[in-house]
């Protein structure tokens, strides 16, 4: 049973846990610790479906959690509801080793919002140099930009849209609304090209921009994978190190978990931070109430609109590429912010035959107004936790989804857009997700599948009850809601169940620089801390959050260095 004594411990290699471990064992006097349950692939030894920047398996489940289910929509919403699979990366990098690339910061207010919820310091302001540190914009420069970073940021050129991707985007155009160029530095209404964190040949997740060879090689870094860590272990009201699967304690002086926003909320409860009566009833001693801990889950809702291209509306299935251009607007509906929707095309929508013969166009409501949590039926370790999104509880989320829904059936039907697709479906995602890992059986399952789409009767036939008539959704807000609820799902941008803020603040976790409240020598640093949503899918974010924290921790040490 090895024990050994490190400055910091980071629990979770994820997007966070590889930013704090590659920051902090820069100064080669602390000796950090990285711990991953996943295993590690470095640069170079990934699978094709990782390292392509055409996110093969999104979807497939492979490198994640299993076992993690999730109630997606609150009980009386009127929507299906079944447990849906929640995927979260389990490999070094996390869930940015297996996600979408989608590159996006948000608008000012979402920051200015965390400020107004106590987490002073995480301004617009304060938080734009923390992007700016993590970015190498290979477009974009001047105040609002970073070009020296880890994370290579680019956009396709206009040149590269395939023929649907490019035939929406003209037909957004045409409604009225304004192209303009830079989606992380002009936040208003509009639509532009769509960020990547990627090359265009390859992946770049923070695993291989936080962890290259130099900072491996560094003698103060130990990187641990396949290393599932069960406890903290307590030192009186400090923690004093962790416990892995296996029965090896690490101890050192002090701990940042950033296990992901379902994994760190429940080593906190685990390790008797929670809620008092909650804990009490699995049998797991309260060390220190602290209600907030698995509160104020956040994610954003999604419904995908698919359709059969022409072939003339392909994307060769060898090109890369994958996300062109993204309109963000406005909802205006009451109460509800500014930016809090996305439309984008995808041209092709899997790696497979199948995939490049469907396209879709995807609405993402990125403020939803439902709260979830994540709390645990068991002390056991080997108990996944229950995650509740609760979506749909709330009638605006319900109003924004189906008028999203009716733009999306109006930009397919104009007749641009409309000429290069059959019909418009609401894609079956379980069925989809059976043939998303890259092996050879779902090659040939999906080359069947997409020779018999060609065939009208087939193809009705392979869709039935999911092919959508525009002309009657438009009148009929029975068909919208039934459409609605057929198609809305959770994403993968789960964050906020140990949220930052106030001391005083009894559902705030942790202050302002990540350290719990009550409990010595523990701090979060990933997207369990952000007090609400952004408007922008969360590897960026939560990127910036992990430099900022790394900066505290820093500087806090180097102040009580002799
Ligand atoms: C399928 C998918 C697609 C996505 N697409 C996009 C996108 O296109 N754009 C975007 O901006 N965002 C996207 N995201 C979201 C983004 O990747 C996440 O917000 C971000 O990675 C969260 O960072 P994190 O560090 O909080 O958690 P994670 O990156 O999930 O990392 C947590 C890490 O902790 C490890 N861990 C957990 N528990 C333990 C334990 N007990 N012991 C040891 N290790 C542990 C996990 O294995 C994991 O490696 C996507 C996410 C997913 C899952």
């Known amino acids: 049973m090895a024990s050994c004594t490190y400055d910091h411990i980071v629990v979770g290699a994820g997007a966070a846990g590889c930013v704090l471990a590659s920051r902090l064992s820069e100064d080669p006097q602390r000796r950090v610790l990285l711990l991953e349950a996943g295993p590690d692939m470095p640069t170079g030894t990934e699978p094709s479906s990782i390292r392509s920047p055409f996110p093969g398996a999104l979807g497939a489940g492979d490198f994640s959690w299993p076992g993690l289910h999730a109630n997606v929509f609150a009980p009386g919403s009127g929507a299906a509801r079944a447990m849906r699979p929640l995927i979260q990366g389990k490999v070094m990098g996390g869930s940015s080793t297996i996600n979408g690339m989608m590159a996006q910061r948000g608008i000012p207010l979402d920051y200015d919002r965390w400020a107004a919820m106590g987490a002073g310091g995480w301004d617009w302001r304060s938080v734009l140099p923390w992007f700016n540190k993590l970015e ?42 304004r192209w303009f160029e830079d989606f992380n530095a002009d936040f208003d209404d509009g639509i532009c090209p769509s960020p990547l964190s990627n090359l265009p040949d390859r992946r770049v997740g923070v695993a291989t921009a936080y962890l290259g060879k130099d900072v491996r090689a560094r003698p103060n870094l130990t990187i641990l994978s396949n290393s599932l860590v069960i406890a903290l272990r307590w030192n009186g009201t400090r923690i004093a190190g962790v416990q892995r699967s296996d029965g090896a304690t690490f101890l050192g002086a002090e701990v940042i978990l950033t296990a992901g926003a379902i994994h760190t909320p429940a080593l906190m409860l685990r390790a008797g931070i929670g809620c008092a009566q909650a804990l009490d009833k699995l049998g797991i001693p309260v060390v220190l109430e602290r209600r907030g801990v698995g509160r104020n889950l956040r994610n954003h809702l999604m419904i995908h609109l698919a359709t059969h291209l022409h072939p003339k509306a392909r994307q060769a299935q060898s090109a890369t590429s994958w996300a062109f251009t993204v309109l963000r607007y406005s909802s205006g509906v009451a109460d509800c912010p500014p930016a809090d929707m996305q439309i984008f095309p995808i041209n092709r929508t899997a790696w497979h035959a199948l995939g490049s013969a469907i396209g879709a166009l995807g609405l993402c409501l990125y403020q939803p107004v439902s709260v979830g949590s994540v ?66 059986r779902n090659r040939a399952i999906a080359q069947a599948l997409a020779l018999a789409m060609q065939y009208p009767p087939w193809r009705r036939r392979l869709l039935r009850g999911r092919i959508l008539d525009y002309s009657r959704l438009r009148t009929d807000p029975g068909q919208q809601l039934a459409a609605m609820w057929l198609g809305a799902s959770h994403v993968h941008h789960v964050c906020g169940t140990c949220r930052m803020g106030s001391v005083e603040d009894p559902d705030a976790v942790v202050d302002t620089q990540g350290r719990v409240i009550g409990v010595g020598n523990l701090r979060i640093a990933d997207a369990s801390v952000m007090p609400c949503n952004v408007s922008a899918n969360t590897h960026l974010p939560v990127i910036m959050v992990a430099e900022k924290m790394a900066a505290h921790i820093l500087a806090a040490s180097s102040q009580h260095a002799p």
């Open 136 to 177: 190498s914009d290979q477009d974009h420069g001047g105040p609002l930009h970073g070009n020296t970073g880890p994370l290579p940021i680019r956009r396709e050129t206009s040149a590269q849209w395939p023929p649907f991707a490019r035939a929406v985007t003209q037909a957004i155009v045409e409604q009225g609304y």
């Open 375 to 440: 709390t645990l039926t068991s002390a056991d370790p080997a108990t996944p936790p229950v995650i509740r999104f609760n979506m749909l509880a709330d009638a605006r989320d319900t109003k924004r989804l189906t008028d999203g829904l009716l733009r999306m059936l109006h930009i397919l039907a104009m007749p641009e857009v409309a000429r290069l697709h059959d019909e418009v479906f609401i894609p079956n995602k379980a069925a989809a997700a059976k043939i998303a890992s890259v092996t050879w």
